[in-house]
């Protein structure tokens, strides 16, 4: 018996993972990670990395990828807070390259995406002292890290408004537009 829901997502190699959530009296338990059930489900990544963020509400991390042979698989969700979390298909001969999913992954609704191969990824922080924890099936590489414009409007990302300005790294102010990225072939 699956402990996970799967909703197919627009972009088919992205899904959305809705956990079995067991409550009682003295909180709740569920299973966020299971090998075989993942297999199951058709997601092959084998992750080696967890990485966890807090930040305030206003702050957008993104759109990071990847460049071959570092590319990334990732497996995103909220532990504490909530978060506009967006997906991009960058992958040039894809019927879905510069077409993005975008979800709200809090900690109420436990949900989980993953994000195969061939994606940037970021999220916009809705709530102050947001936890965002994701799995990654490479290791970092500093030197294969690339940035594409989170407002680029061939994309036509419609990030939610949060009452304030973004808050933006200097490195993400540097990001470039999807037509002048470093994309790779599917």
């Excluded at 197919?8 to 990670?33: A, C, H, N, W």
């Excluded at 061939?118 to 890290?145: Q, R, W």
């Excluded at 990030?159 to 933006?168: A, E, N, R, T, Y």
Aim: glycine letters at 6%.
């Amino acid at each position: 018996m699956s402990r996970l829901v799967v909703k197919e997502m627009s972009i088919p190699d992205v899904k959305l993972l809705m956990p079995s959530i067991f409550s009682d009296s003295r909180g709740y338990f569920m299973e966020t990670y299971n090998l075989q059930e993942m297999r199951t489900l058709g997601v092959d990544a084998v992750f080696c990395q967890d990485n966890e963020s807090s930040s305030m509400k206003g702050v957008l991390r993104g759109l990071h990828y990847q460049m071959p042979p570092y590319m990334q698989a990732k497996l995103v969700r909220v532990v504490k807070g909530a978060v506009f979390d967006v997906a991009v298909d960058i992958r040039q001969g894809s019927p879905t390259f510069g077409k993005f999913v975008a979800v709200t992954l809090t900690e109420e609704n436990k949900q989980q995406l993953y994000i195969p191969r061939g994606f940037a990824h970021g999220f916009l922080v809705l709530e102050d002292n947001t936890i965002f924890s994701y799995k990654c099936d490479s290791f970092y590489n500093p030197l294969s890290e690339r940035g594409i414009c989170f407002n680029d409007p061939a994309i036509g990302i419609a990030w939610p408004d949060v009452g304030i300005p973004f808050i933006l790294s200097d490195k993400d102010r540097k990001n470039v537009r999807l037509n002048e990225a470093d994309t790779f072939y599917n």
